[in-house]
């Protein structure tokens, strides 16, 4: 009942900046957080930066103070603002959301989105 689409990613040299969206949709009754996160060729998955709904934001060591991550509530919508991107950002990310729905308003269930290319290359 829940989908989570992301958008924002391509190829962009380093130094540059790209922003990824994750749009939640569905029968959702609440989301409790929202997070980023992602996954390089023959690397384990990893944590990006999540945010509550109060705004409170937690982020990798790797990405804190070049990359911002901010949630509009009203749209159900995550953003990830990824400045200063370097090589290594390489790699699939993958939106996640946990989420209650109408029709379990007492079970929060991860769900997570497809995926979305991000390259950095010169």
């Known amino acids: 009942q829940v989908q989570l689409v992301e958008s924002g990613g391509g190829l962009v040299q380093p130094g540059g900046s790209l922003r990824l969206s994750c749009a939640a949709s569905?029968?959702?009754?609440?989301?409790?957080?929202m997070g980023w996160y992602r996954q390089a060729p023959g690397k384990q998955r990893e944590l990006v930066a999540t945010i509550t709904y109060g705004g409170s934001a937690e982020y990798s060591i790797s990405v804190t103070g070049r990359f911002t991550i901010s949630r509009d509530t009203a749209k159900n919508t995550a953003y990830l603002q990824m400045n200063s991107l370097k090589p290594d950002a390489t790699a699939v990310y993958s939106c996640?959301?946990?989420?209650?729905?109408?029709?379990?308003?007492?079970?929060?269930?991860?769900?997570w989105g497809q995926g979305t290319q991000v390259t950095v290359s010169s």
């Open positions: 996640n959301a946990r989420i209650t729905t109408g029709k379990a308003i007492f079970t929060p269930v991860d769900y």
């Open positions: 569905g029968s959702i009754f609440s989301i409790y957080t």
